[in-house]
Nanobody, 120 residues
């Protein structure tokens, strides 16, 4: 079983910064295209940032220039540095990735989410 465990969420004032972490663990051959999505109450889940299979990075339009994704491959960990936070960034942030098993099958796995609240 594979687990994606997020951490680093919390309450921050507008203009502040937070750094989210997500570590993948469990029985897997590897995990790829890790990224972050978010969902605010009453809204759909939107992509925030993700690595592509080719190693490139994609960001949602609303976070470009403020959020930055990075990764530590040996640790199967992905990070999201969030700067200049706005109230509209408040949401539950979910980590995700495509997990490959030793039998060459793959599936998308999601973490349980971490709450980010932006408020003064």
């Amino acid at each position: 079983q594979v687990q994606l465990m997020e951490s680093g969420g919390g309450l921050v004032q507008p203009g502040g910064s937070l750094r989210l972490s997500c570590a993948a663990s469990g029985n897997m051959f590897g995990i790829y295209t890790m990224g972050w999505s978010r969902q605010a109450p009453g809204k759909q889940r939107d992509l925030v940032a993700t690595f592509s299979r080719g190693g490139g990075v994609s960001y949602g339009d609303s976070v470009k220039g403020r959020f930055f994704i990075s990764r530590d491959n040996p640790k199967n960990t992905v990070y999201l540095q969030m700067n200049s936070l706005k109230p509209e960034d408040a949401a539950v942030y979910y980590c995700h990735g495509i997990v490959f098993s030793s039998d060459s099958t793959s599936r998308t796995c999601w973490g349980q989410g971490t709450q980010v609240t932006v408020s003064s």
